[in-house]
């Protein structure tokens, strides 16, 4: 299984991205698909979620207005849309894959890891 993200760089704040995140190896609609991120001194925090299928989404209250997750099934491809930036958004952002639950939180519920984006928001 490889998982792999891109799309992460440097904006300035109020600015947007758009992260992408491509796995191979496996069955993609068989598997949920998450957003993590860790600042440099933090914990790695949880950022959104999507279903299987995309019918449902869920994103953390911090970025919730702000982020959209969505998901290509045919191009096992998902996305983490990010608008209106801020400084304290600047993390490595990490896509991850799990198959066992619906959509959790937390890390260990995932089973398959990308190697991580930089995102820097400027301000």
């Known amino acids: 299984v490889h998982v792999v993200e891109s799309g992460g760089g440097l904006v300035q704040a109020g600015g947007s991205l758009r992260l992408s995140c491509t796995a191979s190896?496996?069955?993609?609609?068989?598997?949920?698909m998450g957003w993590f991120r860790q600042a440099p001194g933090k914990e790695r925090e949880w950022v959104s979620c999507?279903?299987?299928?995309?019918?449902?989404?869920y994103i953390a209250p911090s970025v919730k207005g702000r982020f959209t997750i969505s998901r290509d099934n045919a191009k096992s491809t998902h996305y983490l849309t990010m608008n209106i930036l801020k400084p304290e958004d600047t993390a490595m952002y990490y896509c991850?894959?799990?198959?066992?639950?619906?959509?959790?939180?937390?890390?260990?519920?995932?089973?398959?890891w990308g190697q991580g984006t930089q995102v820097t928001v400027s301000s």
């Open positions: 999507i279903t299987k299928s995309g019918g449902s989404t």
């Open positions: 190896g496996l069955t993609f609609d068989g598997y949920y």
């Open positions: 991850a894959a799990g198959a066992t639950g619906w959509c959790p939180f937390t890390a260990p519920d995932y089973h398959f």
